[in-house]
Antibody, heavy 123, light 107 residues
Framework: EVQLVQSGGGLVKPGGSLRLSCAAS????????MNWVRQAPGKGLEWVAS????????SYAASVKGRFTVSRDNAKQSLDLQMDTLRVEDTAVYYC????????????????WGQGTLVSVSS | DIQLTQSPSSLSARVGDRVDITCRAS??????INWYQQKSGKAPRLLIY???TLQSGVPSRFRGSGSGTDFTLTIANLEPEDFATYYC?????????FGQGTRLETK
């Protein structure tokens, strides 16, 4: 059974830092691209970042580029999101999610999701 | 970035009804559209990918259709557990944007 268990999160002041983690099990982690997606309170979903299995290709949303860093440890089957210089507008529930599919077939999709963790940025 | 516009933003229906939720892309995205269901306080759940392929374990009353710029999620014979918010997402071009969501409420 695929499981993604998230940890980290909490309350931080603007300009502060926070680290989120996502522990994976039940699948061959190193072969999957992983993503972070967030959802501000009462709002829709926003893709934040993705990292391929080898960590050689990493992408960020424009809204977080230069402030957030995604990384993974395939040996530990874990995914992290280091969030620096946090802003009030970064307040959201953050989800980790696996990629499924391929561009040549049905395209990519977010197949399995973590339970989400709340990040609140407030003074 | 590719913009996705869902309509309606909210919808009221009864158990047993059929509903259609549409998603329009700002440019041609072929079949690279996915649909997710999200219940309050829970993570989204993948329903349909590649415009029309049903994810494993998803009931057959969910159907996806469309190509190019216009897509539809159809839920036939609504069940009580289907009342939730639904999102489309495109995977044709990064960043993989989402629609704003459609809230399906009980009438």
């Amino acid at each position: 059974e695929v499981q993604l268990v998230q940890s980290g999160g909490g309350l931080v002041k603007p300009g502060g830092s926070l680290r989120l983690s996502c522990a994976a099990s039940g699948f061959i982690f190193k072969t999957y691209t992983m993503n972070w997606v967030r959802q501000a309170p009462g709002k829709g979903l926003e893709w934040v970042a993705s990292i391929i299995g080898s960590s050689t290709d990493i992408s960020y949303a424009a809204s977080v580029k230069g402030r957030f860093t995604v990384s993974r440890d395939n040996a530990k089957q874990s995914l992290d999101l280091q969030m620096d210089t946090l802003r009030v507008e970064d307040t959201a529930v953050y989800y980790c999610a696996t990629d499924g599919g391929s561009f040549d077939a049905s395209g990519f999709y977010l197949e399995f999701w973590g339970q989400g963790t709340l990040v609140s940025v407030s003074s | 970035d590719i913009q996705l516009t869902q309509s309606p933003s909210s919808l009221s229906a009864r158990v047993g009804d059929r509903v259609d939720i549409t998603c329009r892309a700002s440019q041609r995205i072929y079949f690279y559209i996915n649909w997710y269901q999200q219940k309050s306080g829970k993570a989204p759940r993948l329903l349909i990918y590649g415009a029309s392929t049903l994810q494993s374990g998803v009931p057959s009353r969910f159907r996806g259709s469309g190509s190019g710029t216009d897509f539809t999620l159809t839920i036939a014979n609504l069940e009580p557990e289907d009342f939730a918010t639904y999102y489309c997402q495109q995977s044709f071009s990064p960043p993989r944007t989402f629609g704003q969501g459609t809230r399906l409420e009980t009438k």
